[in-house]
């Protein structure tokens, strides 16, 4: 698809979702045949733009709790004094893929209350395991005559970390976090169970009124903004990877 068809998609479907979020009303004809019995067709019992804020919050929150706690895990466990605790630190990264958000929140409402807690409790873990595994091969994969020769250059462990293996392995982890960060997106709409502001209580609100509009409304939403994100996040990954002089011609992150 030519470059200039593409960026023409991306910046309508920006204008579109901007549009909903300021004033969904806009859109009422084409939500009111979904509608029966005279029902809304338009939610509106909390702004859409803040909820869709507080469901990005949610997220990015997780998103950085994760990157921080997989990435020290991946750093711990590729240096001589960590190799052993690999498996157990596997273990824990894979927590959150083995029991369902679902059963998270339900572990942990009567530990922390309703709201953002659980939510963000759920979201930290079920975004672990991309993160680390992209880490744990990013920096698995460092090519190990540059390692030899920072050391040659009289580096030591910590410059080494932070000058050279980072650097090349960070294309890695950021599509590690880019991934994390796109199934978080619509995970985050399951917080709304259990109270926390997000969009999934449109969603809910559909399901527990039978008003199709609502539903679609809230997934639609959800939707875009994790195309956007994914699409803002892909180019970051690429940048990165230019940067670190590991993007070759034709490649594609």
């Known amino acids: 698809m030519p ?11 920006v204008l579109v979702l901007a549009a909903f979020l300021v004033d969904p009303h806009l859109f009422q ?19 859409f733009w803040q909820l869709a804020m507080a469901h ?13 706690v997989a990435v020290g895990m991946a750093i711990f466990v590729t240096r001589p004094a960590g190799r052993e605790f690999l498996p157990f630190s596997r273990s824990l990264a894979n927590i959150g893929q083995t029991v369902p958000p ?12 309703f709201g953002l807690k659980p939510t963000l409790i759920a979201l930290f873990l079920y975004g672990l395991l991309p993160i680390f595994e992209n880490a744990l091969a990013g920096l698995s994969e460092v090519p190990a005559p540059v390692v030899e020769a920072a050391r040659g250059m009289g580096m030591n462990a ?22 994390s960060t796109i199934v978080n997106v619509g995970t985050a709409t399951l917080g ?15 399901l527990l009124s039978s008003n199709d509009a609502f539903i679609l409304q809230g997934g639609i939403v959800v939707a875009l903004m994790a195309i956007l994100i994914y699409d803002a996040l892909g180019a970051v990954v690429r940048n990165a990877a230019r940067r670190s002089g590991l993007a070759r011609t034709g490649d594609k992150i």
């Open 102 to 113: 679902v059963a998270v929140l339900a572990l942990a409402v009567p530990s922390v209350g």
């Open 158 to 179: 910590r410059q080494r970390l932070f000058g050279v293996e980072l650097p090349l392995a960070l294309p890695v982890i950021l599509e590690g976090v880019r991934i």
């Open 29 to 47: 004809p084409l939500f009111e045949p979904l509608t029966q019995n005279g029902a809304p067709a338009i939610y509106d019992r909390t702004p």
């Open 3 to 13: 470059v200039m068809t593409v960026t023409l998609l991306r910046l309508a479907v």
């Open 56 to 68: 990005l919050g949610i997220v990015l929150l997780a998103a950085v709790l994760a990157t921080i």
């Open 192 to 206: 709304s169970t259990v109270a926390a502001k997000g969009l999934g209580e449109v969603i809910v609100a559909g």
